[in-house]
């Protein structure tokens, strides 16, 4: 049974940083790529960032490109999503998904991902 779940969400002031955990369990086959996304109230869920499988090729949305940074352990079976210089407008519930149809170029549609974990709310005040 694949699982994810995301932890390290939480309120922080605009300007701070904060580091989202994606903890992944049942895939066994370590070829799956990653992705961040978020959920704005009333709004549909976007696209944050992406990593391939080894981690060597990235992928950002515009807005979060030169403050956000994805990477991923595959030994502790974890992703993360840095998050430095945060805005209001980056307050969102924030999933981790994962890709299993392999390889690239990185998926950046709600569909292209079959697994979700259950999101972590980040509110960044003003």
């Known amino acids: 049974q694949v699982q994810l779940v995301e932890y390290g969400g939480g309120l922080t002031r605009a300007g701070g940083s904060m580091r989202l955990t994606c903890a992944i369990s049942g895939l066994t086959d370590r070829k799956y790529l990653m992705g961040w996304f978020r959920q704005a109230p009333g709004q549909e869920r976007d696209f944050v960032a992406a990593i391939s499988a080894k981690g060597e090729t990235k992928l950002y949305e515009a807005s979060v490109k030169d403050r956000f940074t994805i990477s991923r352990d595959n030994t502790k079976n974890t992703v993360y999503l840095q998050m430095n210089s945060l805005q209001v407008e980056d307050t969102a519930v924030y999933y981790c998904?994962?890709?299993?149809?392999?390889?690239?170029?990185?998926?950046?549609?709600?569909?292209?991902?079959?697994?979700w974990g259950q999101g972590t709310q980040v509110t960044v005040s003003s």
């Open positions: 998904a994962a890709d299993t149809s392999g390889g690239l170029p990185l998926a950046r549609t709600v569909s292209e991902y079959e697994y």
